[in-house]
């Protein structure tokens, strides 16, 4: 639709990142993590991709896993958070999910909870080795796992899992502490190892165990600050796109946006972009972000307002009412590269496009992008979900 901003989702992309996953992790299953609406690119288009090709997927909240059921996806879905009350319990059986438990209530909830079931639930245990949010501390795990073990509404083998909440590139002694607290805390107990998220795929090859978690670098951004995704070979699934719906002379001094912030230094020509931050375009971006028109960058200036942004194209400018405008992915700036100065990261701008930004699914060709994930293990069966 002319005159508004749109999503390309490039799906061969986020398939050359699945197989930038497996080449870190060659011996790890892979459960592609897929929550928050696929970190905004559009949960069940992303969740078809990597369904054919990850051994699992992992959402945060049972709602999540529910929307993968309804659109048809029957691969292994793992809800992060895990369930709260008889009736999730009832769903994620009914529905074959998988769930972390991460606290006591919930092991005591499936205890209670078995004869209301249909069918035994697969679950992972997690423990808290330092990020200090959901987990069940180290000096716990041998009771709870046994008491999971033992339950009736579980079915073995329970898997073991934990959070990362550092894994930088090089030293980094407390994710050196988290992992030495993980295998102290497991020690021989049976079953599936789950560790690593995107940092540790890239950074800690010792996090890998059995599964790995890819989240951000599923969608071509690095986890690490100060550094892009095309830096590790990552390429971007998300491209925030507009088009030129203005293109004016100004001269030297006149104002342009809310609280006439920039006057024009000399004189050159306006851009006017549709989209604002009513889309998800940051309103604190600073004058000079580089904005990509028709393949070219240009300076952001003026104030980024609801609908409309604007953009100094120069005074020898060609470009035209309906030229491409690339805010941020393919062909323009990366995500990291925006949130930089905001004091923040690219998860975050990603999730932040909102609802009223139309989204254009680019699908993969046949013998392309597909076949770099060609010689994946096949997605697990249904008795061996944990392998």
């Known amino acids: 639709m002319a005159g508004a901003p749109w999503v390309r989702i490039d799906l061969a992309a986020l398939a050359h990142n699945l197989a930038c996953v497996r080449r870190h992790a060659p011996r790890a299953r892979v459960m592609a993590v897929v929550k928050a609406d696929a970190y ?31 659109g048809g996806i029957m691969a292994p879905v793992v809800v992060l958070e895990g369930v709260f009350d008889a009736q999730g319990l009832a769903a994620a059986a009914l529905k074959n999910l998988d769930l972390v438990v991460h606290d006591p209530l919930q092991v005591t909830l499936l205890e209670q909870s078995q004869a209301m079931l249909p069918r035994r639930l697969r679950v992972w245990l997690k423990v808290d080795t330092g990020m200090g949010r959901l987990g069940v501390q180290p000096g716990a795990v041998d009771a709870l796992w046994q008491r999971l073990m033992d339950c009736p ?33 497991c020690g021989a107990l049976p079953g599936p190892r789950n560790i690593a998220n995107s940092a540790g795929i890239l950074a800690w090859p010792e996090s890998h165990a059995d599964w790995v978690r890819p989240g951000i670098m599923l969608y071509g951004v690095s986890p690490f600050a100060g550094e892009q995704g095309a830096d590790i070979g990552l390429r971007p ?27 024009a230094p000399s004189d ?5 972009v549709a989209a604002g931050y009513g889309d998800g375009y940051p309103r604190s971006l600073p004058a000079g972000t580089p904005v990509w028109v028709g393949g070219r960058p240009v300076p952001l200036v003026g104030r980024v307002s609801m609908d409309l942004l604007t953009v100094d194209l120069g005074p020898g400018a060609r470009e035209t009412v309906g030229t491409e405008v690339v805010l ?17 990261i690219g998860y975050e701008l990603l999730c932040r496009v909102t609802p009223r930004v139309r989204r254009v699914v680019a699908e993969m060709s046949v013998g392309g992008a597909e076949d770099e994930t060609a010689s994946a293990p096949p997605v697990n069966q249904e008795e061996d979900r944990f392998g």
């Open 40 to 70: 905004g690119h559009g949960l069940l288009a992303v969740a078809r991709t990597l369904a054919a090709h990850a051994e699992a997927l992992a959402v945060a909240r049972l709602d999540e896993a529910l929307r993968l059921r309804a």
């Open 237 to 263: 699934v998300m491209s925030l796109c507009s088009e030129l719906i203005a293109v004016k002379p100004l001269q030297r001094g006149a104002p342009v946006g809310y609280g006439a912030i920039w006057q």
């Open 268 to 272: 050159t020509t306006l851009g006017v």
């Open 328 to 344: 941020w992915g393919a062909g323009g700036a990366s995500v990291e590269a925006l949130a930089a100065p905001l004091g923040t």
């Open 153 to 185: 509404a579980v079915e073995a083998p329970v898997g073991l899992m934990t959070h990362l909440a550092h894994a930088r590139r090089g030293v980094c002694p407390e994710t050196r502490l988290q992992l030495d607290r993980f295998a102290q805390a």
